[in-house]
């Protein structure tokens, strides 16, 4: 999924409010710095309590606290460029009647592309109720990684994820640690992970 393009909405910017500017940057990496980057939200007593101390509209500081939690989506994304090769994988786990599968990684030049396929015995499943938490997956701390896309139907579901730095052609003793989760902010694990062994 590409991302869109950020306009800026006006050619016009008073250079007196630079510094005001420069002073809400340094709080926002000093929240960030003592939240240990795990954003909280503020309750809602707490939302109409600064909005009526600084006149300020309740919606507009939810929205800008909502944005805080969602820094990681502006994250300067890597699209895998200059595909290499397939590297075979064909590591599977069951578990509660599903299995979860990792067959192969495409190998590109400053990424990599792991593919997670989920089969189950659909044959009792809602065509219209098709409804999938969300898994991450996790590789260890030198490495980015991120849901690019995921899509099924009764009996089946895959996620595509993207890599990067790329792993390495002899990927041999990576685990691919898989978590999933009810929300997109990873706050509410459903208990369910599981390891690909590579």
């Not at 929205?63 to 699209?79: I, Q």
């Not at 590109?108 to 999938?132: K, M, Q, R």
């Not at 996620?159 to 989760?181: C, H, R, T, V």
Request: glycine fraction near 6%.
């Amino acid at each position: 999924m590409e991302k869109i393009p950020f306009e800026r909405p006006t050619n016009y910017y008073d250079e007196h409010l630079y510094p005001i500017d420069e002073q809400i940057c340094a709080l926002l990496k000093q929240r960030k710095d003592l939240s240990d980057n795990n954003p909280s939200y503020p309750s809602e007593e707490m939302i109409v309590n600064l909005a009526e101390k600084y006149e300020l509209y309740e919606d507009f500081l939810s929205s800008l606290f909502g944005t805080l939690k969602m820094e990681d989506l502006f994250k300067p994304r890597v699209e895998p460029i200059g595909f290499r090769k397939h590297i075979p994988v064909l590591q599977s786990v069951e578990i509660d009647e599903r299995l979860y599968s990792v067959t192969f990684i495409r190998q590109f030049e400053n990424a990599s592309v792991v593919n997670l396929n989920i089969d189950w015995d659909g044959t009792n499943d809602d065509p219209h109720l098709l409804d999938h938490d969300n898994f991450e997956l996790f590789v260890g701390e030198s490495y980015d990684c991120r849901m690019e896309s995921g899509g099924g139907s009764t009996g089946y579901y895959h996620y595509n994820y993207i890599i990067s730095p790329p792993l390495p052609d002899d990927s041999s003793g990576i685990d691919l640690l898989f978590k999933e989760y009810k929300d997109h902010f990873k706050e509410k694990p459903t208990g369910l992970e599981f390891c690909i062994h590579l």
